[in-house]
DNA sequence: TTTAGCACTCAACGTGTGAGAGTGCTAACA
DNA sequence: TGTTAGCACTCTCACACGTTGAGTGCTAAA
């Protein structure tokens, strides 16, 4: 049984109209509501034979066809063909984007809530761990006698502040030389580069600063290694409650409680490496809650480096056209200003 | 007519049972339940009393009895007048905020947690909007040659990294300098102080540092200015599901979507100045949105200036002396190590 | 003043029924 | 041989209806 242009058509009509009334598609409806130039019994036929191939289930006996994860592959694949221009033309949204500038992370921010607005999907918006960023500025403030404040600005903008402790004190004075010399040492490095530096070149040399830069070093790895905070920004969280599919309470709350297991979301989309966008739907992913959720990504470079990540998250009924052209739309406003600001 | 010693007793049962419950409470239960001693209809009689008296209501004709805002707000001024005593022996929690070191906001953060988790409910923890706070140290980062990322932390620890624009560029060298400068002339100031000290002072002098500072302290006032964040931590949000009066779709998504009014629910926070614990119920909030929660506030302070808040907020039917006790306890960890780390 | 008794009210729950949408199968048709 | 009309059947959903049970208010007796 190969797939007809037919089947393909009734195929696409089906996820469709799915993706817009969230009920099962039966052939009576499909017929009349699209104009496939057949009956509804032939489309039957052909309905059968599509859940025989995999891309139509049936809630129970008597019910229309619901769309597989199959199904929204295919049709995504499909939709994808067609129509790449985008409308960069909404000049309200462009000159809103031209007018923030900020840090990396508040452009995040903000695009990840405009997304959200624009779509009424839940959005996630990250940026790289720590581990993987290299150093552009290092300062350290003392907040106590033995508690340091380490500033770090990253290549990519993004800004932490671990405090670590560090016995016996530290006059201010030393405390800004050694920032000083640390920043010539370390700025342009990875935290790896930086703890193999540490090993080989600082051990030879003994100045007084050198010294105490052998002390607090270590203590300042050790503390960023113990970071396991993921930067993830949430935008239209309520959103879901939009969709017929989670007006059980049940399934919100096991929706929201996803969106709290922060390792894994930022596994499961910082492995994205994509210029453009990419799109995963239901069981494509790996992680059993997002199982019947989809995700399309779209990633951020300056140059050769990921400065972010941008995600709509929604029910795999998900309006993949709409959602494909507005993270575009967005997304040609970010790349832009990261080029010419960053 | 007044409130009896009987009157109160069977206040404090109804408002017990419902708080246990979820249901409205009928006399027949409460005679068999709690030993008062009396009959159901002498407990009917009084009840309509209290129902006359405001503190009681009924949801209809022949249903129980549901207590009021009033009643709420009677059993929590009597159970704060028993057992005070804290059990700060719990060591394992103890010890697992002493290993907690960090930046003030981590602190308000892990709180946060630990309160969601010990009590089942949504916790909210907040710092100072930035305008209240005194600078302590600044650092500027260039990241593009008209981009500068100020860094600043203040004297309660909050860091803040606004980025702002500087027409004509600045050199690195120059602005190390600057950022020394200001270091000297506006820590231990507010932001407000900062405005008069530029009006007033650096007008006079002529430096060629000082030209530059008077060039950049303005664009910097003006983007701090701008930040409307309110950096609120939320924990437990998902708790608001085990609670059967939020088992509506409607009410749950009416509540978190409460929760991301950020300044509302900031003005009802920062409101609390108060060196024990604030609780506020239901309609007692101006904020109409919350009129059917509770919220239950500790404030932390350093010296004289406050550091941050944290908050339990729940349905009106909280379990106030399970939370009064676990925020109690939380507080004396938190303030303990303010006290000695800061 | 308290209590027992009684009639009344109302939400909640289970049952039954009919409508509606959809299916699969069969037989006729182009 | 592929397509269509017709038909019997299935299953959910919505609605009406009656029953149950908890609770009330009122009255009269203790």
Redesign the pocket.
Known sequence: MEMHD?KLKILYAIVKDYIETA???????LSKKYNL??????I??E??DL?ELGYLT?P??????IPSDRAYRAYVNYIMTLKKKVHTQDSELKSSFASKVGEIRELLHYSSRILAEITDYTTIALSPHIEECRFKNIQFVRISSEMILAIIVTDTGVVRKPVFKISGGIDSDILQKVSNLLNYKMVGLTLREVEQLLVQEIKHEASVLENIARKIVPELLKTLDKIEEYDLIFSGTTNIFNFPEYNDVVRAKAFLTMLEKKQAIYDLIAAVNNDGISISIGGENDFEEVKDCSLITATFKTDDSIVGWLTVIGPTRMEYSKVIRSIRQVSVFVNDLLKHKY
């Not at 009920?23 to 409806?29: M, P």
């Not at 130039?37 to 032939?42: K, R």
Request: proline share 0%.
């Open positions: 037919r009920d099962a598609v039966g052939s009576r409806t130039g057949i009956s509804a019994a032939t039957r036929n309905m059968a859940e049936q129970y006996t008597s019910a229309g066809r």
